[in-house]
């Protein structure tokens, strides 16, 4: 029998402390709890499953709205939608469209994006957001937010010398204004007119060695009176010219004599965090001198985990922090840094007639032309073993 207002007000709980069912018609009920609280709930099946939805709070939903509700879950079954799923994309859809700050519409836009960034680039994002436009743009509706009011943070950023930061910021809020204006919180995008309003860092080339400098390095880095290892790493990186990044993070098992090969896995390399699971690792021919330089390291770290360990943690790799101050030891401050040793040899390999494409192979850089990358897979092995021995003896010959 369907229930009557007048049945569900005088029902008292059950003595045995035992929720009650009151079944209204189909799959319609009130759920009386011990404590008197009274639940309207709809039993349904969905998909072959037997699934329950909440309806609401009996008195607050009084037994004619509650049947209401009913008929509209059985509308969306007729049309092969889940009303309990439903339920859950229309909350959904209600606290977005309640979100309208700046600030709130930022938050979501960063915890989207960041699934496919590395923690530390997350968390450098979001800071960036809370330090210089959170304080004036984040309480503000975002569907109210001009162009000249956004251009004034950023140039407040930019005037304090923080160019690059700033175009960052301009970049981010782009991405975070285009959310707003797809999910209809906002109708247009306040940063398309201000493509050329801010000033471009002018970029600075690494401080690299020149071939006439090479001499001098040389007899410096082989009377290096600092940690042997850290001597050891730096031979190693001007040997490969790989990263600092890669050489720190080198481990014993990507080493393999035998081949004179050493293999960095994806999770190393300088790539966006979402390529890293797809990419292919960068292989690195070790020349003889760089085969000598690690069964150095052997001898002293042979049995870790690390190829370079850190002093303090052996668990750990060493710093790449370690090369940059040994350099200034050297007395290289200002004047070379680590990251420049890849230009170095570039420059001397490309000079000297090597295959540019071998060259750029080696350096582990990214083909931008995207048709040429999708057919020139080539990893050029058999000319990089030439290119890395012909390095080797070239350091060797500016030694002497």
Known sequence: MPLTDAQIKAFRPSE?????????????????????????????????KQ???????????????????????????????????QKQVDKLNASASNATTFELIAREWHASASHEWSQDHADRVLASLETHIFPFLGELPISQIKPMQLLAVLQKVERAGKIDTALRLKQRCASIFDLAVRTERCDTNPVAPLSKTLRTQQSTPRKALHQDDLPDFLKRLASFDGNKQTALMMELALLTFTRVGELSQARWEEIDFEKALWTIPPEHRKLQEKFKNTAPPHLVPLSSSAIAVLRSMEEIS???EHVFPN???????????????????????????????????STI???AGFNPDAIERQLSHVETNKVRAAYNRAEYIEERVKMMEWWAKFLESHSR
């Not at 759920?31 to 099946?45: D, E, I, L, T």
């Open 16 to 48: 045995d402390g035992k929720p009650v069912k009151l079944a209204d018609g189909q799959g319609l009920f009130l759920m009386v709890m011990p404590n008197g609280s009274k639940y309207w709930r709809y039993h349904y099946r969905f998909a072959g």
């Open 51 to 85: 699934k329950t939805l909440a309806l609401g709070v009996y008195p607050d939903i009084p037994l004619k709205q509650a049947r209401t509700k009913r008929e509209d879950a059985r509308r969306l079954l007729d049309q092969n939608t889940d009303p309990g799923l």
């Open 302 to 304: 042979g049995g870790r």
């Open 311 to 345: 002093r303090n943690d052996p668990r750990r790799p060493m710093s790449p922090e370690t090369l940059r101050r040994a350099l200034h030891s050297m007395g290289y401050k200002g004047k070379a840094d680590v990251h420049g040793f890849r230009a170095t040899a």
């Open 349 to 351: 390999l490309n000079e």
